[in-house]
């Protein structure tokens, strides 16, 4: 079982609308949970943190979490075409562990 | 001003080359990684030092070492390049140890092994 799964993607969505992608993780005692956008042929950058159980919101992104379930996820509400990455998502216990990521095209 | 810089951006070898690529972070971090992002775009943690200090050593070949001059310098030198160490690798770095998942990415090394 891998430590963090997310889904591939694509996943395609218009202007306008909300993006929602999802990830799980395999350790319990897992603590931290964070996000990361990678732009196509750039490098990973820290866009979401969250630690504790319900919804963390900044500006147009809202990270969730569920530690019962075992589950994050992370919305984007009004996508727009810059929003277009892979998004990876990362647990954190002794070691940063990412997700494969979930590639988002925003349609304009 | 750059805050994690490495070089060089990009390397194309033959089979059997030893190479180097170096990592500088400005943002007075103590704790530095290095990742490797494979084909399918996973990334994969490889190394970690704090303070000069090796935290992790992931399973990975012989042939990766990694040396820390000073807090602020990880480098990673390869030896006898194989067609499979072709990826992109980042160096990154956070405050510390504690604050393990809020990395700073450098831009990245992709290295092509033929």
């Known amino acids: 079982q891998k430590e963090v799964e997310q889904n591939s993607g694509p996943l395609s969505v218009p202007e306008g609308a909300i993006a929602s992608l999802n990830c799980t993780y395999s350790?319990?005692?897992?603590?931290?949970f964070f996000w990361y956008r990678q732009y196509s042929g750039k490098s990973p950058e820290l866009i979401m943190f969250?630690?504790?159980?319900g919804d963390k919101e900044d500006g147009r992104f809202t990270a969730q979490l569920n530690k019962a379930s075992q589950y994050v996820s992370l919305l984007i509400r009004d996508s727009q075409p810059s929003d277009s990455a892979t998004y990876l998502c990362?647990?954190?216990?002794?070691?940063?562990?990412f997700g494969a990521g979930t590639t988002v095209t925003v349609r304009a | 001003d750059t805050a994690v810089s490495q070089t060089p951006k990009y390397l194309v070898t033959q089979m059997g080359n030893d190479k180097s690529i170096k990592c500088e972070q400005n943002?007075?971090?103590?704790?530095m990684y290095w990742y490797k992002q494979d084909s399918k775009k996973f990334l994969k943690i490889m190394f970690s030092?704090?303070?000069?200090?090796?935290?992790i050593n992931e399973t990975v070949p012989n042939r990766f070492s990694p040396k820390s001059p000073d807090k602020a310098h990880l480098n990673l030198h390869i030896n006898s390049l194989e067609l499979g160490d072709s990826a992109v690798y980042f160096c990154?770095?956070?405050?510390?140890?504690?604050?393990?998942?809020?990395?700073?990415f450098g831009p990245g090394t992709r290295l092509t092994v033929l």
């Open positions: 969250i630690y504790s159980n």
């Open positions: 990362a647990v954190s216990i002794h070691k940063l562990s």
């Open positions: 943002l007075g971090h103590d704790t």
């Open positions: 030092y704090n303070n000069k200090e090796l935290i």
């Open positions: 350790d319990r005692g897992s603590q931290s």
């Open positions: 990154a770095s956070s405050q510390d140890m504690a604050s393990g998942g809020e990395q700073f």
